[in-house]
Each structure stands twice: as C-alpha cells, then as structure tokens.
C-alpha cells in the first residue's frame, strides 16, 4: 500500500526553525516528484515546494530562500527545513506524491497520494 | 501566476441532486486541471486528473469536463459521503501550480 506519514509539527516561535519529515511506504521517493502543500487554518490549499527525481527543486515565493525540500534516499524519507518562520507559515503541511502521465508531447501531472498532514503553528 | 476562481464558494444540497461546480482559470491551461475532494481534518483526495479522467477508485459518479478556461466537476446523484470542499488545481504551469479557493458542498 502507497502510504506517506508526515511528523515534525508543533509550536514554534517567531524566527524559529523546525524540520518536517515523511515518510513513504509502498513506493520509492527518489524514483517520484515530491511536493509539499500547506493549509492554512480555515484556508484552502498553497503549493510550497516540489522536488523532482533528479534532484531539481523549485519553491513558491512565499517560501524561497527560507525553506529547503530534501531527501534521504536510504530512509525513503522527504524533509522539509522551515527556516525564519512567520506567523503566515501556520498551517497544516502536507507532503504529497506527483504522479504524470506523458502523450504526444504533453505530459499531465497530478498530486496523489496525500500524506495526513503536520500542524506547525508559529506564535510567541 | 495562474488564477483559479471556482464558483460557487459554497452550496446546499440534497441526497440525490445533480450538483455541478466551476472552476475558471484566468488564462487558458488547455486540459491541465485537477479536482480534489477534502473532508474535514483529512488530505485532499484525487477525484479527477486532466480534467476529464477520472483517478482509480473514485466513483463513476463523479465526472470533470472542459477545456482552456472553464471547467466543471458533476456529480450525477449525490451521496451522503459527498458532503465535503472541493478544489481545482491548474498543473499547466508545473512545478508552480495553484489552487482554487475552494467550494464547499454542505447538506441541505
């Protein structure tokens, strides 16, 4: 069974760092485009970051130059180091898998499975 | 940035009805569109990729249809466990895809 299981939330103040994990089952992340989408409470959905198989990384620009996507290969683990955090970054994390499927040239890209999601709430 | 609008923002409805939501996409994106069901404090689930396919195990019940800037996610008859948001999400612009603001589909 496909499976994520993301942990590192809680509360974090102003300024601080924390580092989010998920953990997959079921299938290879280096093998997969991963992407991290944030919620914020009562909010709809917003793309953070994605990381390709090759290793590209791309951030929304709410985020870049504070957040960083990576992985553990031999862990089959994807991270996501939170850096100069905002009260504008609480939200529920959620990693997710990229899945696409390629004909004449155009190539469609969907975002599943989900992970449950990680709450981060930065406060004083 | 691609704008996603989705009308409407919310709707009432009973077992059985036709519910149909609309997502515009403020530039054309050709059949690069994606509709995901979320219920309360869980993950969003795919319902359907490229606008008109519909993902592995959801139920035929539900169908997407468009093409360019106006799409629509149908529900033919709904059921009890419906009752949740909905979200479109563009991926023409990939890695950089955005999400509509959501439509929430509450009974009536």
């Known amino acids: 069974e496909v499976q994520l299981v993301e942990s590192g939330g809680g509360l974090i103040q102003p300024g601080g760092s924390l580092r989010l994990s998920c953990a997959a089952s079921g299938f290879t992340v280096s093998s997969n485009y991963m992407s991290w989408v944030r919620q914020a409470p009562g909010k709809g959905l917003e793309w953070v970051s994605v990381i390709y198989s090759g290793g590209s990384t791309y951030y929304a620009d709410s985020v870049k130059g504070r957040f960083t996507i990576s992985r553990d290969n031999s862990k089959n683990t994807l991270y996501l180091q939170m850096n100069s955090l905002r009260a504008e970054d609480t939200a529920v994390y959620y990693c997710?898998?990229?899945?696409?499927?390629?004909?004449?040239?155009?190539?469609?890209?969907?975002?599943?499975?989900w992970g449950q999601g990680t709450l981060v709430t930065v406060s004083s | 940035d691609i704008q996603m609008t989705q009308s409407p923002s919310s709707l009432s409805a009973s077992v059985g009805d036709r519910v149909t939501i609309t997502c515009r996409a403020s530039?054309?994106?050709?059949?690069?569109l994606n509709w995901y069901q979320q219920k309360p404090g869980k993950a969003p689930k795919l319902l359907i990729y490229a606008a008109s396919s519909l993902q592995s195990g959801v139920p035929s019940r539900f169908s997407g249809s468009g093409s360019g800037t106006d799409f629509t996610l149908t529900i033919s008859s709904l059921q009890p466990e419906d009752f949740a948001t909905y979200y479109c999400q563009q991926s023409y612009s990939t890695p950089w895809i955005t999400f509509g603001q959501g439509t929430r589909l509450e009974i009536k």
């Open positions: 997710a898998r990229v899945t696409h499927d390629c004909s004449g040239g155009s190539c469609y890209f969907r975002t599943d499975p």
């Open positions: 530039q054309s994106i050709s059949s690069y």
